[in-house]
């Protein structure tokens, strides 16, 4: 080939940098997202308070090592997996029980699986707001005034350290397993039926078809919903601000929201910042192993 | 030919998306950018703030500026106000606080001293008469900038709309019913409060009511008002917290023990809203508050329990002394704002005698101006329980009502801290010294920082 034809066959500028242009806006938004969280985590490194902007000052690993010496942090580390934990459980459980009753068609089903949806239709901040009413201390509690009817005293469920964790995760439930409904739904409908059909000709019990097949072809969806639910109840906010705030002596104080009492109520923005990135750290590994999880049982 | 289509149709697409993204582009910068006439006011949930609203279309019809108003409840509203004012935003113009939140601000320099805005007679009308205000309120409106002193000293930062000390309502039916004496002392509160738990009729009823969530908010009314009875302060003269004194450890155990044994369940959840709520409910006997909240209660139409409310002055400490703690809440100037003299104009119009006298028939009582509390219009709508309420709401303004706080930045964040440790008491994780004695040393350790 000829220098001539090299020459010829070489791309256009325009056609060279088209790639990088193609993904430039990609490296926009990446900007856009970095900036903020990497502005965050030098924050943690600093002595920002939110009233005075213009004395930042590095301080190194100071907040850091204050707040792992302080028992607040690890009340709140341990109740944020508490909570996180209990409500995934709970989610899974109920989800996949609600899912094998309405998997089936009958009369009424699609209206029951529409009625569903409701609580994930609602923002969840008024959902917890909406439960907080209900779960008023006095008979001015729906709940507390439907038990004062069979004579059982009014109970302080989210006024209470004993009660107000489960209230909690009960509303987190309330709200997010119809989530896990439609998930489990979706993958027990597109299972096949000739492995359920041969293993009922060999006479296998129900509880063996559930055990040996189809808890395994809904592995998929078990990740998947372990995999959003635990991310979202590590970092759950809004439920327990709208009801409780963390309290009664802190027995719901998950690490959001202890950020959010040290850089929004105390302007302590350094500090936040610390718990924040702990939460990140927490969802990065776990969002990598379930992910990592997904991917095997996918493959299978 | 199907490709050029295509290629026409990306390009109309792109094109039209760029022009979406220039017009929301210029909308932001428009949103930003100063306005003559239109002044933006960022606002607490407040008898006050209803009140005013209703008159703001005759001020924008009688000035021609524009007035746009973002109403929010106190918790999302004082989020929202450090959001706007530690970013410097001159957004909002005027805005609602209290004094905690004044020593914050005007510390970090987000406030615009209001005095020279007084003195010009061009911007304030000759009838609007500053020395009307009672002096006590301006007092907790001035402040010097140094950390645990100053109060009544250096600018003024706000001008005073509402004020508020706190007062025991009491069921008076249920006291007479029961022969209880309305307390004059922390202990005949404690007592009155057990009696009085009981059920009425079918009814629950709960003998004490307070505020009790996480937050300074709960500290503020009947338990720094019982808290300085006791001769108990926050902070001594060199900003070292002292709320683990004797005195401080005896009257928490004790108020804590009144909501625990005569109080509602769950307690630590409620707000003053809720408290309120309670009250009007006819579900407390006692409820240990802000005294405007009889507007409320003497209300038929909303209250359960009008004309059956007394109003109990603060009970007396050991030394007999009577003590209240209190509250005034004030409009002030954003510094940053692009528009102050329009925002002092509107600034001068809500806070002048005939603006404050017509908020009164909407719940915005303690009026702040001299004039206004003893105009006679104000004296026959405030006359409640045979002029109880407005004998002890003189008193209290006159004579027992103080700000019990130290003057400081650290209010908000030690109030935080110290309720956590009611709440702690009340649950019983700890005694009355360990919890107090755990968060003074907390509050300690912000204040070194």
Known sequence: ?300 | MANLKLRIASKLIAAILCGLCVLFFCQCTKKNGPKSAEIHLLLNRHPFTESILRFIPEYERRTGVKVSTLLLSEEEYFEKLITELSSRSSFYDLFMLGFPHLWQYAKAGWLEPLDPYIENPNLTPANWDPNDFFPELIDCSRWNLKQGTGIGEGPLWALPVNEEAYVIFYRKDLFERFQVKPPATYEEVYKAAKTLTRNVDGQQIYGFGHRGVRSWSTIHPGYLTAFASWGARDFDDSMHCVIDSVQGIEITDLFIRTLREGGPPGWPSYTWYEGKEGFLSGRFAMWFDANHQAAAFENPAKSKVAGKVGYQLPPAGPDGQIRSSTWVWSLAMNAASKKKDEAWRFLAWATSKEMLQRTIPYENINPTRRSVWEDPKTVEATNWAEGEYRRTAQLLLSKYARIRWTPSTYVTQAGDRWAAALQEIYEGTRSAEQALKSAAADINQMVRK
């Open chain 1, 1 to 300: 080939m000829t220098d001539h034809a090299l020459r010829t066959k070489r791309p256009k500028p325009l056609q060279r940098s088209l790639p990088y242009l193609l993904t430039f806006p990609a490296l926009i938004a990446l900007i856009g997202i970095l900036y903020p969280f990497i502005l965050g985590v030098y924050y943690t490194f600093t002595n920002y308070t939110l009233t005075e902007p213009g004395n930042i000052q590095w301080i190194g690993l100071t907040n850091y090592i204050e707040i792992f010496k302080n028992i607040d942090f690890w009340n709140a580390f341990s109740l944020t997996f508490v909570f996180a934990g209990s409500a995934v459980m709970i989610e899974l459980a109920l989800g996949l029980g609600v899912a094998l009753l309405l998997k089936d068609a009958f009369p009424g089903v699609r209206i029951l699986r529409s009625f569903l949806i409701i609580p994930m239709m609602i923002p969840p901040i008024v959902s917890a707001l909406m439960w907080k009413v209900i779960l008023l201390p006095t008979d001015q509690g729906v709940l507390n005034h439907i038990l004062s009817v069979v004579g059982i005293q009014p109970v302080a469920w989210l006024g209470d350290s004993a009660t107000a964790l489960i209230s909690l995760i009960l509303i987190d439930v309330w709200i997010y397993s119809p989530f896990a409904v439609l998930i489990f739904l979706a993958g027990l409908q597109s299972m096949p039926k000739e492995p359920f059909e041969a293993a009922q000709v060999d006479g296998a019990s129900s509880w063996f078809m559930f055990r040996k097949l189809t808890l395994p072809m809904l592995k998929p969806g078990i990740v998947l919903v372990t995999l959003f639910r635990l991310i979202d109840s590590l970092k759950v906010f809004d439920i327990i601000y709208a009801t409780t705030k963390g309290g009664p002596a802190g027995s719901t104080m998950t690490l959001h929201i202890q950020s959010y009492f040290e850089a929004i109520r105390w302007f302590r923005m350094g500090r936040g910042m610390v718990y924040l990135f702990v939460l990140w750290f927490l969802c990065f590994i776990f969002s990598k192993v379930l992910s990592r999880l997904w991917t095997r049982v996918l493959v299978r």
